[in-house]
Nanobody, 119 residues
Framework: QVQLVESGGGLVQAGGSLRLSCAAS????????MGWYRQAPGKQRELVAT???????EYGDSVKGRFTISRDNAKNTVYLQMNSLKPEDTAVYYC?????????????WGQGTQVTVSS
């Protein structure tokens, strides 16, 4: 019952910046955490960043110091500010929303947005 719509992906040169957005709709009040994951061709999906409803953030080691996740609860939107982009950041970025009900975790995913960083 949660729908996620992503935007902001594109092509950027190494060292540049992009800002991704993910707007949630549906049962938004059931969401206790949101985040971004990415998947490059031939690789498994990996954690980029997460943020809980209380504002606690976590980052993957490869993006610490370069990416910042934030959320606007009033707009039900999570953002990912990506700075100092590297070619290794090239991937499809997926927005995630997590709900926990009756001790079970449910995950919802956006359609993904392509981020390509040229060298």
């Amino acid at each position: 019952q949660v729908q996620l719509v992503e935007s902001g992906g594109g092509l950027v040169q190494a060292g540049g910046s992009l800002r991704l957005s993910c707007a949630a709709s549906g049962s938004i009040f059931s969401i206790n955490a949101m985040g971004w994951y990415r998947q490059a061709p031939g690789k498994q999906r990996e954690l980029v960043a997460t943020i809980t409803s209380g504002g606690t953030t976590e980052y993957g080691d490869s993006v610490k110091g370069r990416f910042t996740i934030s959320r606007d609860n009033a707009k039900n939107t999570v953002y990912l500010q990506m700075n100092s982009l590297k070619p290794e950041d090239t991937a499809v970025y997926y927005c995630n929303a997590r709900t926990i009900r009756a001790a079970r975790t449910y995950n919802y995913w956006g359609q993904g947005t392509q981020v390509t960083v040229s060298s």
